[in-house]
């Protein structure tokens, strides 16, 4: 017979990345919301926002941000061709992400249009 837990296992790419995104939801909203936040979906803006304040460095949530999409479901459908441009604080020469937006063929979408669920 197999383990309750194990029934539940999912096969993530960047398990890293995923569990530092979820610590930092918990860390913000609690556990039960960002368990919430985790199945039903969140925009992108609410997930930079979490990360920023609550990750180690800023460096590291954007890395994690970034690894970490691979194992959401993201919304609308991006198509095979995207990007991920980050947005930069307005001083000159910075290199401090203040927010992120997904390129694609058809046009640019802001981090609050693009809507994240994690894949199951």
């Given at each position: 017979m197999m383990a309750p837990e194990a029934r539940?296992?999912?096969s993530l790419k960047n398990p890293d990345a995923v569990a530092s995104i979820v610590?930092?939801?918990r860390h913000v909203y609690g556990d039960e919301v960002a368990r919430l936040m985790l199945v039903e979906g969140m925009s992108l803006a609410n997930l930079i926002d979490a990360m920023f304040?609550?990750?180690p460095t800023h460096r590291e949530a954007v890395r994690?941000?970034?690894e970490g999409l691979d194992d959401f479901i993201i919304?609308?459908?991006l198509g095979l061709m995207w990007h991920l441009r980050y947005i930069?604080?307005?001083q000159p020469g910075s290199l401090h992400v203040v927010d992120m937006e997904i390129a694609?063929?058809?046009g640019t979408l802001s981090s609050k249009d693009v809507w994240l669920r994690l894949s199951s």
């Open positions: 539940f296992a999912v610590a930092s939801l304040s609550a990750a994690s941000i970034t919304s609308p459908d930069y604080a307005d694609t063929p058809d």
